[in-house]
């Protein structure tokens, strides 16, 4: 029997409780390919659910703030297992790895401003999803900055790499998998097509936070990391 067929015997509440089974079933799934899907899924469950606060409140500092709580509600929901789990052992994690993630870090954070130095210059102007962050951040500091340095570490985080927590194999591979993708995701294309070169700063800037995970798999590690790079550059940009 297939899955149609086996959906249009159950009455309406059993066809809910059918699909959540589904649902979770492929949330399951240990495939590199699932985790890339759902990494979209969210990515553009999350872009829609910003759109639309922003069409009502026609404010983007309530648009994110609201629309990057319901996201960590619904993503926190979805990893429930994991972060439990990552809870139990952050502290374990923590302890036993801190000293090769910090070097490495500090490392790939480096190349990330020398090569965000260099492209700069040649471009002769910042990417233009910087170029948004700053002017948003200068227009509310305090509501964008608790944007930029809390929730959207936590959104961004269980968005591109959480999914691949469930990816047993191929552990080097997702690292450079689910770090290309949010490299991708920083890069607004208004510019065309040679807004491609600042895929290599945010390559390193997605390297420096994920190999924290890469590391552990504990998210809270990235989630920290993430958080402590933002608040690096927000601070750089409000007083330097």
Known sequence: MTIITQYQHFSNINRWLYVKIILGDLMKKTNIFMAIFWTFAFTILASFILALIYSITRNWNIAYIVGYTIMIIILAKFFKPELKDNIKTFKDDFKNNWQKMLIITILLTVLLYIS?????????????????????????????????????????????????????????????????????????????????????????????????????????????????????????????
């Open 116 to 240: 965000n130095y260099l492209v700069v210059r040649f471009m002769g102007t910042f990417a233009e999803n910087e170029i948004i962050a700053r002017n948003q951040l200068k227009s509310s500091p305090i509501i964008m900055g608790f944007s930029i340095i809390i929730l959207g570490p936590i959104v961004e985080e269980m968005i591109y790499r959480l999914p691949f927590k469930r990816v047993e194999k191929h552990k080097l591979l997702n690292f450079f998998v689910y770090s290309l993708i949010f490299a991708l995701a920083h890069i607004a294309f208004t510019n065309g097509l040679k807004e491609f070169i600042y895929l290599i700063p945010y390559s390193f800037l997605s390297l420096s936070i994920g190999y924290s995970f890469y590391k552990t798999g504990n998210i809270y590690m990235s989630i920290i990391v993430h958080i402590l790079n933002n608040f690096i550059n927000v601070m750089i940009l409000l007083f330097l």
